[in-house]
């Protein structure tokens, strides 16, 4: 069921589980349709729709458009006939059907629009669509018209070029009644009933049947398998519809004819019409598609159109019934499929009868047969269609016929000489294939066969499978012995016959035999899937190597979750169905004989296997144990619930990795029709997950990947349900078995259960479905017992080519029959018994509790001459033990095992009933060999003595490495035997395997546990010594000397781990700077005067000099972030509506901008540039990681990477490179200046001069332009880098970022630039401390600050430029001036008055202008004198802020005041001066209304006068501090918020030392006036009342400034991500006005903008690129509206960050594929904001490409 997204939103759906999908192609909404959904969840329209009654329209109204459509209908055919040319060599020319489609584009978007008026008008087109007389009427062309003539031509022509007739003549053809009988005739037709076709040609023009005869002329044509083209397909329209349909069909199905077809199916009587007619026309449109260039277009159109009809039950019912649905449709695929068969070269490549598709083929490899199948399956989801098809057994028949096609394709044959020239990738298509075409309808049909009331279909399927099958055996010559070396993985006959059995017996109540065939048939049938299972094991051994890795992928498609339950669970199942009905003897050696290890099984210590070679064998060995484990062990199909099943599929994956909500649903086996069993979603899905796994929230590294929300097993999980066998079953990478052993052996260790290495756990089984209880035999068969037998001999006694891993199977085995046996054993039973009991065999019996403990004395065994074994002398008395003479035994045995195999197989096909089921061994003689055995054999024999029990005891001690290790538990606590399930065995080793295996024997029977105490009690003599032979011992050295290498190893990689660990705690935390420890930059001790810098790349140590200088690792970039912050605390929201707007006013970029231009209006350019700072926007921020090295050290480190290729992510030209030591991202070295960092002897001396003398100390040193300690006119190396580095700088930013002077290219543009870098960089540190100084503490740039280096270079550069000393600064802050220079000067703009400089710009300037390195108390000199100045400035705006009554009297409490002794450390006194001395000018003068809108309405109080001066200063003495940190290291004290300002000044040296604190703090205190107070304001206020005189609004303006910007915040982003979708999806682009294909929105400004847009693309940029240079100086930060991810755009790279929408599983859903609800993570969202803020994008997202300005 699907809805559009306005019926969707207006129903109510909560608790529903659905998903939201972009329809590429449009589609119909099912609201309102009750066939589909109930009622009550219509939507809001819909629901006064379905209630109302609609009033009948009159007749008049509609009489135009009945006159009028016809015709335009038929003018539309006309031009479609008209238009279409039968191309030249069957290829359509694309081009001309486009143009007539553009043609006519008006013309159908006009019948569009008349579909969307309603349901009267679709009734009146449904009238004319299908009215036959009118179509006869226009269409015969018969009349004088030679235009429709020709036009009735051109439709023959079409028709005939189709491959169909237009049955003119009725005369030619017998009228045929419609015949009911049809699938009889189908049948005979098959029989090659070749004369019927004249019959079959007819068809009745009146009747709707020609469908009826085209179907079985198809199936004759298949039986007569002719490809005669002569006979023809007959069609033949009777209405517009149908050949308005055969035109769309004609020109590949036109996107808006398709919406017009589509839109009329609310019309009921249309709906009909349309499905009968387009059932009528699916063989054309199977034959138009086959011819298609654009197949995929045209399947998803068809698809669109087909969904529609066939998903309605009544609908398809009734189709099925009156036109022979189903006949249709397996004809048309049988038939599409028959255009690609080839010859099976399975089996017998000569006399193959049998044929299969081609893989090659492009119907196969693009899927073109999908529309169809899909088509089927659609319909066989509905039970009466499906019933119908069960029940028709010549469409069974067609059926098997169709999937036998697929039986045995893409043969794979073994290359054994060299490797494939050419890897075919056929694979995919071949599984696609049997997946679709066979799987999905099968699971169809198999969604019908639950209830017991159909066990006639699944008999009626069974019976026609077992014959497709008979007929395949016999097709391909097979007889009992598969071809060597090939497989096919496809073998869908086998498996709708395993399914349909599996269904039979778990939901029907069938009684398996009586669906099972005979004897002969079942070896058959086993053949082929064994023959999978074995190439499986030959695959991961490397055996298949030379065919490339296409055959892994085979292997693991096989397995892979979406096609496990279609492929190797069936095929499993079928073999254990096998197992439980053949004999299993020979069911075990055919196994052995498959894996091609028979040889192996022997006990000598040497033997030679003639199929397969040595390095082989293990594995191959570990592949036929670990089947035999699977196949006894797993009860997906014996037994198993639902419930269960998906318990263990969703235990099972956890248990590999943990995973996320939709990767378990995803793989997790579910049957590919999703009306069977489990859908994922539902309410079992979620019960179950939530009892078997813990749900973990995404975690967020710093600096490390996104996490997505994780479930992962629960403890008890671990503990109890942890099945390897299924792990083992499910896995696609070997590498996820290790990962589960990984994660049981984690957890086993963290409970304190086992702290060593366990084995996989033995888990207890769910019981078997009585029907397959034979499958246990298979434990209970001598033949396994005697491998059992050898294996553990051959383990004990080392013999090669044996692992853990067999050792594990063995015991498992061992332990699975044990569990499993029989319970006729009775104790009494004899022991030993007599030579006539065991004639012919190691074993009396074939009870495995019985077998355990028998004794084995002597066996003969053929082994190579060299083999140790044939030196020993041979007992003497070989033929009295009963045992030893009668068998050439291991190697021997198992060989007549084979003979014996093939003897039976001979037997039941030559049908000697008698002794079909005797078992007839052959006679021993030692003449007998293998087939092809080299001759050197020997007979040699064995003193064994042994037996599985004591065998199992000596193991005991062999891997406990002690003697006599095993004591039985019972002896000491007889309760064991009682209560035998113990904790203690259910997790452990080998020794635990062994004690749990003892101890079930010992239970099962009381022979057992006495023989066992028996064993113990003999103290085990130590296994002899063998002789080792040289090759032998060749390869045991060979062994060690790997162990040794190995340890080696392990230790180096450990050493090395560590290291690196180490490494990474100190140089690489790129967020959590705290634990840093910096390698680089040593602070000196204060005697030691220079600095030492370690060089990264030579690993020299030394001081920086002028020659050789030695340079910080840095990062250049241009950043807004602090133009962003905003001056209130209410956060900006994305807007989510037309009506919200985010205008950029208030931000602290704009602000700045409009007061540098007002400035810039009324004062001299130089001095306006020299008032304010500038990098709000597109500011340089430098950063470094701290390492450094030599700068010619780095230039051939450029070199070198200029000429390494393989580089991504950066551009080596732009000068990006990566640090060589941590790998972090950097463009340039910034140099360090040689001397030490911190001139500790200078500042540490107490300065007792007077401010009065500092002042002069400063100017002076302010005047003396060379006195910089590098000569500039020499030119050093240092002096050099120090130009560069300044050149990279500017060039970090745009040109308007830079340029804010009125005359271009002027030198005051360079001096404020400079100094507004340092501004820059202190700004960023302070809002990473989060925007005040309280933590104190060492930045969190922490060691990794380069403020000092980069305030050498800066100053070496200002000092270019000196001010003229007419107009610096430091004059007016510091000396009283004559009143009459102000009158010259009236002509030219004057200079900006000091009361409009900006404190911390005059701060920087001032300190950048003096030699470096700066003297403390010159620098607390320079801060006092900014201080008295930043106080006025904040007394002159608190004046402007209040209103004139507290204005007056304010001026008269200071007046009075004004005499005292401390009246200028009095901000009373102070401001009442201020207030007088600018009430001189036209300051306070102006009208009422804007004086209102100024004055804020607060009566103001001294408590919120004293704040408000505080907050004014208070950024001032930040960014002061600040840089005393860096300049001087001392270290900043951490403080309360209130107390702040006073700790700063303390700090600073404001405060006199001994101020005390206890009364309230008051700032006017830390002011220290330069020269007398009252004259110097008097002075600065006159200089504003010189430029309010003319200008009183913008000079109170200016006085203003907003100090207290709070810090940057991306938009706050909504809830759900549903409201972001449904606005900006649709929304236009405002430069364009188009929707965009891919919008998105920038997350700093709320910008919309096309990502890739070609239409707002100006001078080669892309928008997103644009607006990231325009918004953030190179950085944006995009959320892409219709893929929920944020995209980092970072200068000429960019990279896909992730989401910051999660849904309610915390998993991302990138693209939108999976379309489920996603809510915000705030979490992420504020790393994302942080990440921004501190510029570590570079660093900490590692994936970058460039995006060559196209986004």
Request: with cysteine.
């Amino acid at each position: 069921m699907s809805l559009c997204a306005e019926c969707f939103h207006q129903g109510d759906h909560t608790g529903h589980d659905f998903n939201m999908f972009r329809s590429q192609a449009g589609g119909a909404c099912d609201c309102g349709d009750s066939n589909v959904m109930r009622e009550s969840g219509f939507c809001r329209r819909h629901q006064i729709k379905s209630s109302s009654n609609i009033p009948c329209v009159p007749k008049d109204l509609l009489m135009m458009s009945e006159f009028v459509l016809p015709r335009f209908i038929f003018c539309l055919i006309q031009y479609l006939r008209e238009g279409y040319n039968e191309p030249a060599a069957d290829v359509p020319s694309e081009k001309d059907l486009s143009k007539v489609l553009q043609l006519l584009e008006p013309q159908i978007s006009f019948l569009e629009d008349l579909t969307k008026m309603g349901g009267a008008m679709r009734s009146v087109l449904t009238q004319v669509l299908t009215n036959q007389q009118n179509y006869k009427d226009l269409t015969s062309g018969l009349g004088e018209n030679t235009c429709a003539k020709k036009s009735h031509e051109k439709y023959l022509i079409a028709l005939k070029s189709s491959g169909l007739t237009y049955p003119e003549d009725k005369l030619v053809y017998g009228i045929q009644e419609p015949s009911a009988g049809t699938s009889t005739l189908a049948v005979q037709g098959f029989a090659g009933a070749t004369g019927t076709l004249g019959q079959l040609d007819s068809s009745d023009e009146e009747d709707q049947d020609g469908s009826q005869g085209l179907g079985k002329r198809k199936r004759v044509k298949l039986s007569s398998s002719t490809k005669d083209q002569s006979i023809m397909d007959v069609l033949k329209h009777k209405s517009f519809l149908e050949e308005l349909l055969f035109w769309t069909i004609k020109y590949e199905f036109p996107q808006k004819m398709v919406t017009f077809l589509l839109n009329m199916l609310p019309d009921q009587e249309y709906k009909v019409a349309f499905t009968k007619t387009f059932v009528q026309h699916y063989a054309f449109i199977m034959k138009t598609l086959k011819k298609s260039h654009e197949s995929d277009t045209m399947s998803n159109r068809i698809v669109h159109i087909s969904v529609q009809l066939f998903s309605n039950e009544e609908l398809a019912r009734q189709v099925t019934e009156e036109c022979q649905l189903l006949d249709i449709m397996v004809t048309v695929l049988l038939y599409m499929m028959e255009s690609c068969l080839i010859k099976s070269e399975l089996q017998d490549e000569e006399n193959s009868l049998h044929v299969v598709v081609n893989c090659g083929e492009a119907l196969l490899k693009n899927n073109t047969y999908w529309p169809l199948v899909s088509d089927f399956i659609n319909i066989l989801s509905h039970q009466s269609v499906a019933k119908k098809f069960l029940e028709d057994h010549g469409l069974l028949v067609t059926w098997m016929n169709f999937v036998s096609f697929f039986q045995g394709m893409n043969l794979n044959k073994r290359e054994l000489n060299e490797h494939v020239e050419f890897e075919s990738q056929t694979y995919y298509a071949a599984f696609a294939a049997e997946l679709e075409a066979c799987a999905q309808p099968m699971w169809g049909l198999l969604s019908h066969c639950k209830v017991r009331e159909t066990q006639e279909y699944t008999r009626n399927v069974v019976r026609y499978c077992l014959e497709a099958l008979q007929d395949w055996f016999d097709a391909i010559n097979f007889v009992d012995e598969p071809a060597p070396n090939q497989v096919t993985f496809h073998l869908p006959l086998h498996r709708y016959y395993a399914m349909f059995l599996s269904k039979a017996v778990k939901c029907q109540e069938l009684d398996l035999d009586s669906v099972l065939p005979d004897q002969e048939m079942l070896m058959k049938l086993m053949i082929h899937p064994l023959q999978i299972q074995a190439s499986l094991a030959e695959i991961h051994s490397n055996m298949w190597v030379r065919n490339g890795l296409q055959i892994k992928g085979q292997a693991m498609t096989y397995v892979q979750s979406h096609f496990c339950n279609s492929m190797i669970d069936p095929d499993i199942y079928l073999l254990q169905v096998c197992a439980s009905r053949l004999d299993p003897d020979y069911f075990i050696s055919s196994v052995f004989e498959r894996f091609k290890v028979v040889d192996l099984l022997t006990m000598a210590s040497q033997h030679q296997n003639t199929v397969l070679d040595a390095e082989h064998e293990r594995s191959m060995l570990e592949g036929a144990l670990t089947f035999l484990v699977i196949l006894l062990s797993l009860r997906l199909h014996l037994g198993m619930s639902d419930d269960e099943i998906l318990r263990a599929e969703m235990v099972a994956q956890l248990c590999m990795n943990d995973r996320t909500h939709s990767s378990l649903l995803d793989l997790i086996p579910e049957n590919p029709n999703p009306k069977s069993g489990i859908i994922p979603g539902s309410y079992s899905f979620e019960s179950v997950l939530s009892a078997v796994a813990d749900f973990k929230a995404p975690v967020f590294e710093p600096g490390g990947s996104m996490q997505q929300g994780m479930y992962t097993p629960k403890a008890e999980v671990w503990d109890q349900e942890f099945d390897p066998v299924m792990v083992i079953l499910r896995t696609v990478y070997r590498r996820d078995v290790q990962s589960a052993m990984d994660r049981y052996t984690a957890f086993l260790k963290q409970n304190g259960k086992f702290p060593g290495n366990p084995w996989p756990p033995y888990k207890k089984r769910t019981p078997l479905h009585p029907s397959y209880k034979g499958l246990m035999r298979l434990l209970h068969c001598k033949t396994l017992h005697i491998v059992l037998f050898t294996l553990l001999y051959k383990i004990l006694m080392d013999h090669q080519n044996l692992s853990e891993h067999v050792l594990c199977m063995v015991l498992y085995l061992i332990e699975l029959g044990l569990e499993n046996s029989a319970d006729e054993e009775s104790d009494e039973e004899a022991s030993v018994c007599g030579p006539e009991r065991c004639h012919d065999s190691w074993f009396p019996g074939s009870n495995l509790v019985a077998n355990m403990r028998h004794f084995i004395n002597y066996v003969r065994v053929r082994v190579p001459e060299t083999a140790p074994e044939v030196k020993r002398d041979s007992p003497a008395s070989t033929s009295s033990d009963s045992l030893g003479s009668l068998q050439n035994s291991g190697t021997a045995q198992v060989f007549s095992l084979v003979a014996e195999r093939r003897k039976k197989f001979q037997e039941i096909i030559n049908r000697s009933s008698n002794e079909a089921n005797q078992v007839v061994r052959p006679k021993t003689s030692s003449k007998w060999s293998a087939p092809g055995s080299a001759p050197q054999l020997t007979t040699a024999i064995l003193e064994i003595k042994e037996s599985i029990l004591s065998l199992l005891i000596k193991l005991h001690h062999k891997l406990s490495g002690k003697q006599n290790s095993y004591y039985p538990p019972w002896l000491d606590d007889i309760e064991i035997l009682i209560q035998p399930e113990i904790p203690k065995y259910s997790h452990g080793d080998g020794i635990t395997a062994v004690e749990r295996i003892l101890l079930k024997a010992a239970l099962q029977s009381r022979m057992n546990k006495r023989i066992i105490e028996e064993i113990c009690r003999k103290v085990t003599p130590p296994v002899p010594p063998r002789k080792v032979t040289a090759a032998e011992k060749k390869t045991l050295d060979k062994e060690e000397r790997r162990q040794k290498a190995r340890e080696r190893q392990q230790k180096l990689l450990a050493e090395f781990a560590s290291r690196q660990k180490s490494f990474m705690e100190t140089a690489m935390d790129v967020d959590s700077p705290e634990n840093d420890i910096p390698m680089e930059i040593t602070t000196a001790e204060p005697q030691v005067s220079e600095a030492v810098y370690d060089c990264v790349i030579c690993g020299q140590s030394g001081p920086s000099s002028e020659d050789r200088p030695t340079g910080l690792v840095v990062l250049l970039q241009a950043s807004s972030v602090l133009g962003q912050c905003r001056d209130n605390t209410e956060p900006k929201k994305l807007p989510i509506t037309e009506e919200e707007q985010i205008y950029p006013w208030d931000t602290c970029a704009a602000v700045h901008d409009v007061r540098l231009s007002l400035l810039q209006r009324y004062f001299k350019d130089s001095s306006c540039l020299l008032a304010v700072s500038i990098g709000w926007e597109g500011g340089v921020y430098v950063q470094t990681c701290g390492h450094t090295l030599h700068i010619d050290c780095h230039k051939s480190y450029m070199e070198s990477l200029r000429n390494d290729q393989v580089l991504q992510g950066f551009s080596v030209d732009k000068g990006e490179f990566t640090c060589p030591l941590c790998r972090q991202f950097a463009n340039s070295v910034l140099p360090c200046y040689p001397g030490s960092n911190m001139e500790n002897n200078l500042w540490q001396r107490p300065s007792n001069k007077s401010l009065q003398d500092l002042i002069k100390e400063v100017e002076e040193l302010q005047g003396r332009p060379g006195a910089f300690p590098v000569s500039i006119s020499s030119e050093t190396n240092l002096s050099k880098e120090m130009e560069s580095v300044m050149k990279d700088i500017k060039n970090t930013t745009q040109k308007k970022y830079r340029d804010y002077s009125k005359t271009p290219g002027s030198p005051d543009n360079d001096f404020l630039f400079m100094y507004s870098v340092a501004r820059t960089n202190l700004e960023l540190e302070l809002i990473h401390r989060g925007g005040n100084l309280c933590s104190g503490g060492a930045s969190t740039a922490g060691k990794r600050s380069c403020l000092n280096q980069l305030f050498h270079v800066l100053a070496l550069h200002m000092r270019l430029y000196s001010i003229d000393s007419e107009f610096n600064p430091w004059r007016k802050l510091t000396q009283l001036e004559e009143m009459n220079s102000q009158l010259g000067n009236e002509e030219q703009q004057p200079e900006v008055p000091i009361l409009y400089h900006d404190a911390t710009s005059l701060l920087l300037i001032q300190i950048l202008m003096m030699p470096q390195p700066l003297r403390k108390d010159h620098f607390t000199c320079i801060v006092k004198v900014l201080f008295a100045l930043l106080y006025t400035q904040a007394l002159a705006a608190l004046s402007v802020k209040c209103n004139e009554e507290d204005r007056s009297a304010w001026k008269h409490t200071g007046a009075l005041k004004k005499n005292t002794c401390d009246a200028e450390k009095s901000y009373k006194v102070l401001l009442s001066f201020v207030i007088s001395e600018l009430s001189k000018g036209k300051l306070y003068h102006e009208e009422g209304a804007q004086e209102c809108a100024m004055v804020s309405p607060i009566a103001w109080s001294s408590e919120s006068m004293e704040k408000y001066l505080q907050d004014f200063c208070l950024p001032f003495l930040r960014i002061t501090s600040l840089l005393q940190h860096h300049l001087f290291g001392e270290d900043l004290p951490s403080c309360q918020e209130e107390e702040e300002f006073s700790v700063l000044s303390s700090c600073l040296g404001l405060l006199p030392t001994f101020y005390q604190t206890e009364h309230p703090f008051i700032s006017a205190s830390c002011l220290d006036w330069p020269v007398p107070a009252f004259d110097i304001i008097a002075q600065w206020c006159s200089e504003i009342n010189s430029f309010t005189e003319r200008h009183a609004e913008q000079g109170k303006a200016l006085l203003i400034q907003e100090s207290r910007w709070k810090l940057p915040h991306l938009l706050q982003l909504p809830e759900n991500y549903n409201t972001i979708f449904q606005y900006y999806h649709r929304k236009t682009c405002s430069v364009c006005t188009k929707v965009p294909k891919d919008p998105a929105v920038c997350l700093v400004c709320g910008t919309f903008v096309c990502l890739k847009g070609l239409c707002c693309k100006q001078q080669s940029y892309c928008e997103c690129v644009l607006h990231s240079q325009n918004c953030g100086a190179g950085t944006g930060i995009f959320l892409l509206v219709n893929a929920s991810v944020i995209i980092i755009i970072r200068g000429h790279r960019f990279c896909l960050w992730g989401s910051v929408y999660l849904d309610a599983h915390g998993e991302e859903d990138r693209d939108l594929r999976r379309g489920k609800p996603l809510y915000i993570c705030k979490e992420r969202y504020k790393v994302l904001e942080q990440q921004w803020i501190s510029h570590t994008f570079d660093h900490i997202n590692k994936r970058w490409g460039p995006h060559y300005n196209g986004l």
